[in-house]
Nanobody, 125 residues
Framework: VQLQASGGGLVQAGGSLRLSCVTS????????MGWFRQAPGKEREFITG????????YYADSVKGRFTVSRDNAKKSVYLQMDSLKPEDTAVYFC???????????????????WGQGTLVTVSS
């Protein structure tokens, strides 16, 4: 199983980035997908998740209204559109896959079975 995250980079405050996470080796449509981030010196934070079908999403308050998660089951990929970026969004962003039998979104990192390698997002002020 592989999760390959990409799309990070350096952007000015107020700008946008779109992260992608392409998976292989798993039955993608049976996994809820989450995005986490970890800033220097801080714990890994769950920021958004999307259910099997994409019909259910969750956003942390810190990103609600600015970030949008989506998925394409045919492409076995999940995306994170990040708008109105702030310097405090600077972090390494990770995608993760959760084989959730009930299809319910879970926020705890321990629930996630597979992780991507992370992609760095730096927002300058």
């Amino acid at each position: 199983v592989q999760l390959q995250a990409s799309g990070g980079g350096l952007v000015q405050a107020g700008g946008s980035l779109r992260l992608s996470c392409v998976t292989s080796g798993l039955t993608f449509s049976r996994y809820c997908m989450g995005w986490f981030r970890q800033a220097p010196g801080k714990e890994r934070e769950f920021i958004t998740g999307i259910s099997w079908s994409g019909g259910s999403t969750y956003y942390a308050d810190s990103v609600k209204g600015r970030f949008t998660v989506s998925r394409d089951n045919a492409k076995k990929s999940v995306y994170l559109q990040m708008d109105s970026l702030k310097p405090e969004d600077t972090a390494v962003y990770f995608c993760a896959a959760d084989y959730s039998p009930a299809g319910s979104l879970r926020k705890g990192a321990a629930s996630y079975d597979y992780w991507g390698q992370g992609t760095l997002v730096t927002v300058s002020s």
